[in-house]
C-alpha cells in the first residue's frame, strides 16, 4: 500500500541519515536485517511499537495528528 511504502522510505531515510546499515540497525534492535530491508521497501505490516523502537534507535518519536477528513475523501 502507499502508506507502507512511504513509512518504509521515511525509515530508509532516517537510517541512512544517521549513518547505519541494514545490519548495524538490526543488530541494534535485536531483529534479522531482512526483516528490516523489507520494511523499508514496504513489505510486512508493522505495529506502532515496532516503528517507535526503530525510530528511537535513530533518535526520532513518533508523532500523531489527527485532522479532519477533506470533504469528498470521506
Known sequence: SLARLVL????????EYRG?????MATQLG???EYLDGLEQGEGNPHIGEIG???A???YQIKIT??????GKE
Open 8 to 15: 518504509g522510505e521515511l525509515l530508509y531515510d532516517a537510517r
Open 20 to 24: 547505519l546499515t541494514v545490519a548495524e
Open 31 to 33: 531483529l534479522r536485517p
Open 53 to 55: 523502537a526503530w525510530l
Open 57 to 59: 534507535v535513530l533518535g
Open 66 to 71: 489527527i485532522e479532519p477528513l477533506e470533504k
